[in-house]
Every structure is written in structure tokens, then in C-alpha cells.
């Protein structure tokens, strides 16, 4: 993919990287001269030093030409006006938009006339909040939020001392709202599994499940057997 960043602050800098690292081919657009000079260093993509909510500039970025772009700046304004303008320019290009202020982004999300500028509504801050706040309340392992919908994607190692192990899958008695979607058994092998897959002695669970189901999912893959002796 070709993908056109505006903004390079630590968030636009990290979503070039990755995006480079996954081999996709990245353009930054930075205002700031001295940033846009050190990210010409820092990522192997084009960096131009403009303005993205110059049409100018977003042409001179090849535009009509890219397949997504993210407003990433910490402006909730520019970001969307930069939008609006990639998408006018490019109907077929999925836009991201950076939203800092969380009144913002409901405003965004619920205003018919703009949702069709941006495909999707990102806030690095109220994830990250979450993220903290989840944490908090059930910490201890891995996690991916999806917090509009109010669950999680969350990862639990097992070993022989776990009362799971080697139990089947429909013998866990799960809480209805959490699902296994995939385990690997010691050596890293994926297993897609069923009712009657029988989980390994050493591994890892991956389970998707809403958050009022977390603290009962928890306590079924962190009890232990009590040692004998």
C-alpha cells in the first residue's frame, strides 16, 4: 500500500515505522521544519515539509495516487479538514482521523455530512486510557481493546500446574460471552479450535471476550493445582 501520514509527531513517526516495516511505502507530511528535516533521517519514506490542509500540498504527496490517508496530528481541526480534502481529491482513499478531544469524536461520528470524509476514528488517548483503566481493574495479561464495543482480545500462558490443561474446550464451561479463537501449543503451533480440541500442557490461549466476562475468564486460566507433598 501506499499510505500518505500528516502529522510526525510520536504517533505519525510510529505508524510510519510500522507501516515500513510491514513493507508498505509511507509519505509524512510535517509542518514543522526542524521535525520534517530529523524525520528525513529517521524513515526510508518521502517527508515533505508543508501544510496537508493545502491542496497543493496533498497533490505534491501524489494524493489521487495513495491508497489510505491518516491525519495524525493533535489538531482535531486540521485533521479533519485534511480529510475532507484527501477524499475530495481521492473518493477512493480510506482516511483515518486522529481525534484528541473525546467530544470531538462523538460529534464527528454522529454528524452524517462528515462521516462520509473518514472511514475510521481514531483517539490514542482514549485508548490509551482504557487500556490503563482495564488494567487496573483485571491486570495480568496481554490484551488488544476494542473499546466501542466494549471487549477484548486478551492472552493467557497455561503450563502442566494449570487446572485447564489438557482439558477440552467444551469442558471449560466458558461465561457465554468469551470465545477461544486460537491456541498454540508449546512448539508455536496455531490450532483453530473446536469443542473437542484438547488444550496442550504448555502454550498459550487466545480468547475474545467482553470486558463483564474478563474477571470470571481470568480466574479460570490463572487457577493453579494444588501441589502435593
Same mark, same amino acid.
Given at each position: 500500500?501506499?499510505?500518505?501520514?500528516?502529522?510526525?509527531?510520536?504517533? /505519525?513517526?510510529?505508524?510510519?515505522?510500522?507501516?515500513?516495516?510491514?513493507?508498505? @511505502?509511507?509519505?509524512?507530511?510535517?509542518? *514543522?521544519?526542524?521535525?520534517?528535516?530529523?524525520?528525513?533521517?529517521?524513515?526510508? /519514506?518521502?517527508?515533505?515539509?508543508?501544510? &496537508?490542509?493545502? #491542496?497543493? #500540498?496533498?497533490?505534491e504527496a501524489n494524493i489521487k495516487q495513495a491508497d489510505a490517508f491518516?491525519?495524525? #496530528?493533535?489538531?482535531?481541526?486540521?485533521?479533519?479538514?485534511?480529510?475532507?480534502? &484527501?477524499?475530495?481529491?481521492?473518493?477512493?482513499?480510506? #482516511?483515518?482521523?486522529?481525534?484528541?478531544? !473525546? %467530544?470531538?469524536?462523538?460529534?464527528?461520528?454522529?454528524v452524517t455530512d462528515l462521516k462520509r470524509y473518514f472511514d475510521f476514528?481514531?483517539? !490514542?488517548?482514549?485508548?490509551?486510557?482504557?487500556?490503563?483503566?482495564?488494567?487496573?481493574?483485571?491486570?495480568?495479561? *496481554?490484551?488488544?481493546?476494542?473499546? %466501542?464495543?466494549?471487549?477484548?482480545?486478551?492472552?493467557?500462558?497455561?503450563?502442566?500446574?494449570?487446572?485447564?490443561?489438557?482439558?477440552?474446550?467444551? @469442558?471449560l464451561h466458558l461465561p457465554r460471552d468469551a470465545l477461544i479463537v &486460537?491456541?498454540? @501449543?508449546?512448539? /508455536?503451533?496455531?490450532?483453530?479450535?473446536?469443542? *473437542?480440541?484438547?488444550?496442550?500442557?504448555?502454550?498459550?490461549?487466545?480468547?475474545?471476550? %467482553?470486558?463483564?466476562?474478563?474477571?470470571?475468564? %481470568?480466574?479460570?486460566?490463572? @487457577?493453579?493445582?494444588?501441589?502435593?507433598?
Amino acid at each position: 500500500m501506499y499510505v500518505i501520514i500528516m502529522g510526525a509527531g510520536r504517533v /505519525g513517526y510510529l505508524v510510519a515505522k510500522m507501516l515500513e516495516e510491514d513493507g508498505h @511505502d509511507v509519505t509524512i507530511i510535517e509542518m *514543522d521544519r526542524d521535525r520534517a528535516k530529523e524525520l528525513s533521517l529517521m524513515i526510508n /519514506g518521502l517527508v515533505i515539509e508543508g501544510d &496537508a490542509t493545502d #491542496t497543493k #500540498t496533498l497533490e505534491e504527496a501524489n494524493i489521487k495516487q495513495a491508497d489510505a490517508f491518516a491525519a495524525l #496530528t493533535g489538531r482535531d481541526d486540521a485533521n479533519l479538514l485534511a480529510c475532507i480534502l &484527501a477524499k475530495s481529491l481521492n473518493p477512493n482513499i480510506k #482516511t483515518s482521523l486522529r481525534v484528541s478531544n !473525546p %467530544k470531538n469524536r462523538k460529534i464527528f461520528e454522529e454528524v452524517t455530512d462528515l462521516k462520509r470524509y473518514f472511514d475510521f476514528v481514531i483517539s !490514542p488517548e482514549e485508548i490509551a486510557a482504557e487500556y490503563i483503566s482495564r488494567n487496573i481493574v483485571t491486570p495480568g495479561f *496481554d490484551r488488544v481493546l476494542f473499546p %466501542k464495543e466494549g471487549a477484548e482480545i486478551v492472552r493467557f500462558t497455561i503450563d502442566e500446574n494449570s487446572k485447564v490443561a489438557g482439558k477440552l474446550v467444551k @469442558d471449560l464451561h466458558l461465561p457465554r460471552d468469551a470465545l477461544i479463537v &486460537a491456541i498454540y @501449543d508449546s512448539k /508455536g503451533n496455531l490450532i483453530i479450535p473446536s469443542g *473437542d480440541t484438547k488444550l496442550p500442557e504448555k502454550g498459550q490461549i487466545i480468547i475474545f471476550a %467482553k470486558n463483564s466476562a474478563l474477571k470470571e475468564v %481470568k480466574e479460570l486460566f490463572e @487457577d493453579r493445582k494444588e501441589e502435593s507433598g
